[in-house]
């Protein structure tokens, strides 16, 4: 390993006086540097499409959405899967991180948990990953020991693999299936990966869960109709996004709401053909979970 090869390590002369900079001056250099971050983003947009159209066929299928990482990235992967229940419903397992060192790295530093190649390819065997499941390995350099080993038995055991790093011709991208480098870079801080290079990593899983979960009949349009209403504010967007959709008073989508247990798609369902919610529910079953083709009276009607 030689870190001085890396890009994310190296020291960008226009950062060399930022101790002596203004707080003003400062603000306005960050700001400036990661300006540049989407489009280092866009110039990776044909890998990073191949890799999502490839994960949501398998996911279509039953697979599962696993993102493996230490650090920074690790705490990336947690928290983009960790949103995906309340935002779309999805079970725990269906979308989840591994990250070196267990859940306790998440708020506390663990790092040499991230050179352990043995526990990364036994994480990998733990969740006991398969042909349907996409394994997304996630390291700003390109080449941390227990990402690498846990894609590399990822792949192994017939897994889809993808590669997320902010480096050229890295050993994670040679490991993956599908390589996704965003160059962004040296950091403002050299060697500060969570900055450049953690924004890029999150819009880069934001593309990854979200694109997926729409293309799994997750929203209508662009509503997010699967969401979890388990408090005030989901639930006044429940409503709103019930009434959008039907054209509703608000007291009759309240109804419904309540009535089908706080399921938009199911209340819109129930509203727009007088349905029970056990009606509903079928009605949509039979549509596989798509509130569209659930509207669709052809649609139903071929699968009746």
Excluded: W
């Excluded at 790092?111 to 398969?130: I, N, S, T």
């Excluded at 890295?170 to 480098?181: F, N």
């Excluded at 060697?191 to 729409?214: C, D, E, P, Y």
């Excluded at 349905?275 to 529910?281: G, I, N, T």
Aim: proline share 5%; aromatic share 2%.
């Amino acid at each position: 390993m030689n870190l001085s090869e890396l890009t994310t390590e190296a020291a960008d002369p226009r950062f060399a006086g930022i101790d002596s900079m203004s707080v003003a001056e400062l603000a306005a250099t960050m700001n400036a540097a990661d300006a540049s971050v989407p489009g280092a983003v866009a110039a990776a947009l044909p890998r990073i499409t191949a890799a999502i159209e490839a994960s949501a066929e398998r996911m279509l299928r039953g697979g599962r959405l696993v993102y493996v990482g230490a650090g920074t990235p690790g705490r990336l992967g947690v928290l983009d899967a960790s949103e995906c229940p309340p935002t779309f419903s999805t079970p725990p397992e269906q979308v989840f991180a591994i990250i070196a060192g267990g859940e306790s790295a998440i708020v506390a530093p663990c790092e040499g948990a991230e050179d352990d190649e043995e526990a990364g390819a036994a994480a990998v065997d733990e969740a006991g990953v398969g042909p349907l499941d996409t394994v997304v390995g996630i390291a700003s350099s390109g080449r941390t020991p227990y990402v690498l080993a846990a894609v590399r038995r990822a792949r192994e055991r017939g897994s889809l693999t993808v590669g997320l790093s902010c480096n050229a011709g890295t050993p994670l991208s040679a490991a993956a299936e599908h390589g996704i480098e965003v160059l962004v870079g040296p950091e403002v801080i050299s060697g500060s990966t969570r900055l450049k290079a953690g924004t890029a990593q999150k819009l880069v899983l934001n593309m990854f869960s979200t694109i997926v979960m729409v293309r799994l009949g997750k929203t209508y349009g662009n509503l997010m109709v699967d969401v979890r209403a388990t408090n005030g504010k989901l639930r006044e967007r429940a409503v709103r996004m019930v009434r959008t959709i039907t054209g509703a008073e608000r007291a009759e989508a309240v109804a419904a709401l309540q009535v089908n247990g706080y399921s938009v798609k199911q209340a819109v369902v129930a509203l727009r053909f007088g349905l029970s919610p056990q009606e509903a529910a079928g009605r949509l079953a039979r549509a596989g979970g798509r509130l569209r083709a659930a509207l669709d009276e052809r649609t139903i009607g071929e699968r009746a």
